[in-house]
């Protein structure tokens, strides 16, 4: 049958997957304009939901569809770096909360290692489970790299940095509302602290200058608990 | 557009070779933005060069976790095997790191404000 060679030729070829995803994107962020921008509507959770709906109901491994996925991961490296322009734009309120900045770092990164690891390790977590815990609030290179230096297992650091971002974006705005924190610089650092790029990206949906704090928060908890899990590591074990 | 993406891409270059020679834990794609920046400061005339893109680009910056996320799909059992603690650990953690640095950022802020405290 042809439709059937069709198929064949299409579920194999990067141009469908690459597609897929760009329309389930529009889908998820169409969903989440229409709805007036409500956090059930997360645009990040929709959208990852129709694509793993699609490649569970075709039976299409993983890394098929990230042959085709790959061109718009990519894309992580140079956005990364375009941070620098919300950034250079706010700088001024940056210069101004350098007290903020700091302090809020060091607390909410020390919050984020030994709450992790030491809640699993209460629940009699496996050790290796406890120990790939604890760079879960920081950007997935960095993070991986973290846990195989000090015993975890990288590839399930991974799937929990993606979890704790996406958990982070999805209650981080609800929360603020419930603590009355309506400061956009204080929100957007504590997006892109806790939950790094993922949170990072919900900031941006609040506004410019809670982009830039989030941004500005990824990069430095990265720094900072690189340097702060390998020493707190005789604590934690 | 092109001299916008040639220079982003030019800075995560500088920043991962700058990351491997030196072999710090920072990724490359932030010592690129950090590049990016100091090359604003200095000269201010980058800015109409690279704003529209970097603009598009972040204005669309869930998309490009999207590939990422997809992969928690290869994970399952993985996360089977231990999902009670995991889950617990990554909510109530998340949870906390949220409420702890909005509210200690907030706390600073409005005591420097009140002039109690150093900016």
């Known amino acids: 049958m042809i ?8 579920r194999q070829s990067p141009l469908l997957w690459l597609t897929v ?30 694509v793993i709906a699609i490649l569970l109901a075709t ?12 061109f718009v991961h990519f894309l992580l490296g140079p956005v990364t770096v375009a941070l620098a322009v919300p950034l250079f734009r706010n700088l001024a309120q940056v210069r101004q909360a350098l007290g903020p900045i700091v302090i809020a770092l060091v607390t909410g990164s ?21 120990l790939s815990l604890a760079p879960k609030s920081i950007t997935t290179p960095v993070a991986m790299g973290v846990a195989e230096e000090i015993g975890g297992l990288p590839s399930l650091t991974a799937v929990l940095v993606v979890l704790t ?26 997006l892109g602290l806790t939950a790094h790029g993922i949170g990072t990206a919900r900031a941006f949906t609040v506004d410019d200058l809670a982009g830039s704090f989030a941004g500005l928060a990824m990069g430095l908890n990265a720094l900072v608990t690189a340097i702060f899990v390998p020493l707190l590591l005789p604590l934690l074990s | ?10 800075c995560q270059l500088a920043g991962e070779s700058l990351t491997r020679l030196l072999q710090l834990p920072v990724p490359g794609p932030v010592f690129g933005m950090i590049f990016l920046l100091v090359l604003l400061v200095l000269r201010r005339s980058t800015l109409a060069l690279v704003e529209p893109t970097a603009d598009t680009l972040l204005a669309n910056l869930i998309l490009m976790y999207v590939p990422a996320c997809v992969g928690l799909m290869a994970h399952l059992e993985t996360l089977e095997a231990e999902w009670l603690p995991i889950a617990v650990a990554v909510a109530a953690s998340t949870l906390l790191t949220l409420v702890v640095t ?16 150093p900016a």
């Open chain 1, 110 to 130: 020390l919050t984020a290692i030994v709450s992790g690891v030491g809640i699993a390790w209460l629940l009699d977590a496996d050790r290796q489970t406890v």
């Open chain 1, 3 to 10: 439709g059937e060679e069709l198929w064949v030729y299409l």
């Open chain 1, 59 to 70: 039976g299409t491994p993983y890394d098929t569809y990230f042959e085709g996925a790959q």
């Open chain 2, 102 to 117: 909005a509210l200690v950022f907030r706390w600073v802020s409005g005591r420097a404000v009140r002039g109690k405290l």
């Open chain 2, 1 to 10: 557009m092109l001299a916008a993406m040639t220079l982003l891409l030019a």
């Open chain 1, 165 to 190: 971002g996406t958990l982070g974006s999805v209650i981080a705005l609800p929360l603020f509302r419930l603590l009355r924190v309506r400061d956009s610089a204080a929100q957007g650092f504590a």
């Open chain 1, 21 to 50: 995803t760009l329309v389930a994107y529009m889908v998820g962020y169409g969903i989440y304009t229409r709805s007036g921008k409500q956090a059930w509507a997360n645009p990040l959770l929709l959208s990852v939901g129709i």
